[in-house]
């Protein structure tokens, strides 16, 4: 793309090639220093818009720019989305051949490329290098920076080699890209990429469009179809478990309730995998079930739930899970329900893995926040943010305890009288035999034990079980009851529990009440919209994502099928005011969709 002679400027890049209307903050910020040719560290939420940070100063700057991404499967897609926007961009990695690579090189020489995307392993290597000497390089972009961090989880050695782009290219302006802000991480990147000096842009973490909701695990089923059917008929969703087993149980069964549920994990050998993640990609409506094998490399704008049927084992965890939900920016959810058995399991599972006393101990607190996490009555939004260190000033009004808020109980008896009935037993008893014990149930075991005998047998029984079971579910979470981690879940007193055994301390438990949290308002809204013409225009998309071998969000966004439907543009001109159509895309597919739009509002059976 020459747009030199015009002199355009950042908007015009923004509206002539994207389609957008504004700039997102900071994106404009960035935009001027790096066009300028100053450095750049940029940490913006998921879904915040980092891609155009580097690709409109590639466009305004001189030269071809160097992108530096570690998930060489989404290259492919990148490419292709930039491809129809009318930008010359093109990849070097393994998946190349030798004669595809040699192409790209020349044309890279002759000037031929705006955008060149490259695996970190390759940007080192001699020939790499070579060729870098042999290009006007408008600046180097190293996405998921994060990957030079020897603290985060996703390390890459690769990464440390790109220290030399400073020591070699000084005058060419670098910038890095991350999602992952804690400070930590973010010193490591400024330090090993050398940006100590360049400008900082911090966008903050929130993904205001995502809504958390954590519930109590009681049928996870029913509960699962329940919200599947009730707020996701259609949409594409990633579904998380623990185990393989699982995994593969809940997607064989919800292929049965009619959903196109794909299994994904580390036991399935490599090919099913990447067919699965390529048709979760590319086709619509597919719900992935998967452990946390799942997740990097997946770059899909639309989905629209994530869902966890076991609790994630720390927040950074939950966090990221969860954020794989509408990067797009529509509105998402992020759908949690856990119980009493997830917090003994994992509590187990930690203190049997691998790691010395005080990795483990590490752990324990990290799940800890996880479990307040879980039982907290005040927003979820303020509470994950502060766990990162940023601060909300207001409630959300986009989590569950913001929308239907959460009544209390004073569980300042009921805490005594577990904690004693725990003391009394032994404290060897799981749940369950607790719980007889306390209702006054006269089982094999507890007569086999004589603890009918017990001044606390039978104490609780104006107390329903199942309101004992999430007694004893928040003990836990709070940490006044530790599980045995032998195996048989026997609960034991920790030392933080005396005050409340002594009823010093008062204590408040969540109610469990049947609480059905609001429907997330989905744009579309079949009631709002015409659900013919939306279906007629996504089978135009899909007919042309076919033709060009993409996925459909590559030829249109929802949002900008959506804008169709609500503005009905009748010819070019108000076609190409719409969110996301660009000069090229409005060349290109602007007829076809008009046409779709023309045969709707002419058609006989339209009032
Ligand atoms: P990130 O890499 O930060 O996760 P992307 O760069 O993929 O996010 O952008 C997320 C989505 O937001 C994309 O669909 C992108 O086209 C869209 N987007 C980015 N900037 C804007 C903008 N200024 N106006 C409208 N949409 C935007
Ligand atoms: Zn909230």
Same mark, same amino acid.
């Given at each position: 793309m020459?747009?030199?002679?015009?002199?355009?400027n950042?908007?015009?890049?923004l509206?002539r090639v994207f389609?957008?209307?504004d700039?997102r903050?900071?994106?404009?910020?960035?935009i001027?220093?790096?066009?300028?040719g100053?450095? *750049?560290?940029v940490i913006?939420p998921?879904g915040g818009?980092k891609?155009l940070c580097?690709?409109?100063?590639a466009?305004l700057?001189d030269?071809?720019a160097?992108?530096?991404?570690p998930?060489?499967a989404l290259?492919q897609?990148?490419?292709?989305?930039l491809?129809?926007?009318g930008?010359?961009?093109?990849?070097?990695?393994s998946?190349?051949?030798?004669?595809?690579?040699?192409?790209?090189e020349?044309?890279?020489?002759n000037g031929?490329?705006?955008l060149?995307?490259?695996?970190?392993?390759?940007?080192v290597?001699?020939?790499?290098l070579?060729?870098?000497d042999?290009?006007d390089?408008?600046?180097?972009?190293i996405?998921?920076?994060?990957c030079?961090?020897? /603290?985060?989880h996703?390390?890459?050695?690769?990464y440390l080699?790109?220290?030399?782009?400073?020591?070699r290219?000084p005058?060419?302006?670098?910038?890095?890209l991350?999602?992952?802000?804690?400070?930590?991480?973010?010193? =490591?990147?400024?330090?090993?990429?050398g $940006?100590d000096?360049a400008n900082?842009f911090? *966008?903050?973490?929130d993904?205001?469009n995502?809504r958390?909701r954590?519930a109590e695990k009681?049928n996870?089923?029913?509960q699962l179809?329940k919200?599947l &059917? !009730?707020e996701?008929?259609?949409d594409?969703?990633?579904?998380?478990?623990?185990?393989?087993?699982?995994?593969?149980d809940?997607?064989s069964?919800?292929?049965?309730q009619?959903f196109? !549920?794909?299994?994904?994990?580390a036991?399935?050998?490599a090919?099913?995998? *990447?067919?699965h993640q390529?048709?979760?990609?590319?086709e619509e409506?597919?719900?992935?079930?998967a452990t946390?094998?799942?997740?990097m490399?997946?770059?899909?704008p639309?989905?629209r739930?994530?869902a966890?049927?076991?609790?994630?084992?720390?927040?950074e965890?939950?966090?990221?899970e969860t954020?794989?939900?509408g990067?797009d920016?529509?509105?998402a959810?992020? /759908?949690?329900?856990?119980?009493?058995?997830?917090?003994i399991?994992?509590r187990?599972? $930690?203190e049997s893995g691998d790691?010395?006393?005080?990795?483990?101990?590490? =752990?324990q607190h990290r799940?800890?926040?996880? $479990?307040?996490l879980c039982e907290v009555?005040s927003?979820?939004r303020?509470?994950l943010?502060?766990?990162?260190d940023e601060?909300?000033?207001?409630?959300?009004g986009n989590?569950?305890t913001c929308?239907?808020?959460v009544?209390?109980?004073?569980?300042t008896?009921?805490?005594?009288?577990?904690?004693?009935a725990?003391y009394?037993?032994?404290q060897?008893?799981?749940?369950n035999?607790t719980?007889?014990v306390l209702?006054?149930?006269s089982?094999d075991?507890?007569?086999?034990f004589?603890?009918d005998?017990?001044?606390v047998?039978g104490?609780?029984a104006?107390? =329903?079980?199942?309101? /004992?079971?999430?007694?004893f579910?928040?003990?836990v979470?709070?940490g006044? $009851?530790?599980?045995?981690?032998g195996g048989?879940g026997?609960?034991?007193?920790e030392?933080?529990?005396?005050?409340v055994?002594?009823?010093d =301390?008062?204590?408040?438990f969540?109610?469990?009440?049947k609480?059905?949290a609001?429907?997330?308002?989905k744009?579309?809204?079949?009631t709002?919209?015409?659900v013919?013409? /939306?279906?007629a225009?996504?089978e135009?998309?899909?007919?042309?994502a076919?033709?060009?071998?993409?996925p459909?969000?590559?030829i249109f966004?929802?949002?900008?099928l959506?804008?169709?439907?609500a503005r009905?543009?009748?010819?070019?001109?108000a076609?190409?005011?719409l969110?996301g159509?660009?000069a090229?895309?409005l060349?290109?597919?602007g *007829?076809g969709?008009?046409?779709v739009?023309?045969?709707?509002?002419?058609?006989? &059976?339209?009032?």
């Amino acid at each position: 793309m020459n747009l030199s002679e015009t002199h355009p400027n950042a908007h015009d890049v923004l509206r002539r090639v994207f389609g957008y209307p504004d700039f997102r903050w900071p994106q404009l910020d960035i935009i001027d220093v790096v066009s300028q040719g100053g450095d *750049a560290l940029v940490i913006m939420p998921t879904g915040g818009g980092k891609s155009l940070c580097y690709q409109i100063p590639a466009l305004l700057r001189d030269g071809c720019a160097i992108v530096v991404s570690p998930l060489i499967a989404l290259m492919q897609d990148q490419v292709d989305a930039l491809t129809q926007l009318g930008v010359r961009a093109a990849f070097l990695n393994s998946n190349l051949d030798a004669h595809g690579q040699t192409r790209v090189e020349s044309a890279a020489i002759n000037g031929d490329i705006d955008l060149l995307y490259v695996a970190p392993e390759r940007l080192v290597q001699p020939r790499m290098l070579d060729l870098l000497d042999a290009l006007d390089i408008a600046l180097f972009a190293i996405d998921e920076a994060h990957c030079v961090s020897q /603290w985060g989880h996703d390390f890459r050695a690769d990464y440390l080699e790109l220290a030399i782009l400073e020591a070699r290219y000084p005058s060419v302006p670098r910038i890095a890209l991350t999602a992952t802000a804690d400070r930590r991480t973010r010193e =490591e990147i400024a330090a090993r990429l050398g $940006l100590d000096s360049a400008n900082h842009f911090i *966008a903050g973490f929130d993904r205001p469009n995502i809504r958390y909701r954590i519930a109590e695990k009681t049928n996870p089923r029913p509960q699962l179809l329940k919200f599947l &059917t !009730a707020e996701h008929r259609g949409d594409a969703g990633i579904i998380y478990c623990l185990s393989r087993k699982k995994v593969e149980d809940t997607a064989s069964w919800l292929s049965d309730q009619g959903f196109t !549920a794909l299994p994904y994990h580390a036991g399935l050998d490599a090919r099913t995998r *990447a067919h699965h993640q390529a048709r979760f990609q590319r086709e619509e409506g597919i719900i992935i079930v998967a452990t946390i094998a799942f997740g990097m490399g997946i770059d899909k704008p639309d989905v629209r739930f994530v869902a966890h049927l076991d609790l994630p084992k720390n927040i950074e965890a939950y966090y990221q899970e969860t954020g794989r939900a509408g990067r797009d920016g529509e509105p998402a959810n992020a /759908w949690l329900i856990y119980g009493l058995q997830d917090v003994i399991k994992l509590r187990q599972m $930690l203190e049997s893995g691998d790691g010395d006393e005080t990795h483990k101990r590490q =752990e324990q607190h990290r799940l800890n926040a996880m $479990l307040g996490l879980c039982e907290v009555t005040s927003c979820r939004r303020q509470v994950l943010l502060a766990y990162f260190d940023e601060h909300l000033d207001t409630p959300c009004g986009n989590c569950d305890t913001c929308l239907e808020p959460v009544a209390t109980w004073d569980g300042t008896e009921a805490a005594r009288q577990a904690l004693s009935a725990v003391y009394r037993t032994g404290q060897r008893f799981g749940v369950n035999h607790t719980i007889d014990v306390l209702c006054g149930k006269s089982t094999d075991r507890v007569r086999q034990f004589r603890h009918d005998g017990l001044n606390v047998f039978g104490i609780g029984a104006a107390v =329903e079980p199942i309101r /004992w079971r999430s007694v004893f579910r928040q003990l836990v979470a709070r940490g006044f $009851l530790a599980v045995d981690v032998g195996g048989f879940g026997g609960l034991r007193l920790e030392p933080s529990c005396r005050a409340v055994l002594r009823g010093d =301390e008062a204590i408040q438990f969540r109610e469990e009440a049947k609480r059905t949290a609001r429907r997330l308002t989905k744009t579309p809204m079949p009631t709002e919209i015409d659900v013919g013409l /939306w279906e007629a225009l996504r089978e135009r998309r899909r007919e042309l994502a076919e033709q060009q071998g993409v996925p459909p969000y590559v030829i249109f966004h929802d949002k900008t099928l959506q804008e169709m439907c609500a503005r009905l543009p009748r010819d070019l001109v108000a076609f190409g005011d719409l969110t996301g159509v660009g000069a090229r895309k409005l060349d290109k597919y602007g *007829a076809g969709f008009l046409d779709v739009i023309e045969e709707y509002l002419t058609s006989p &059976t339209i009032q």
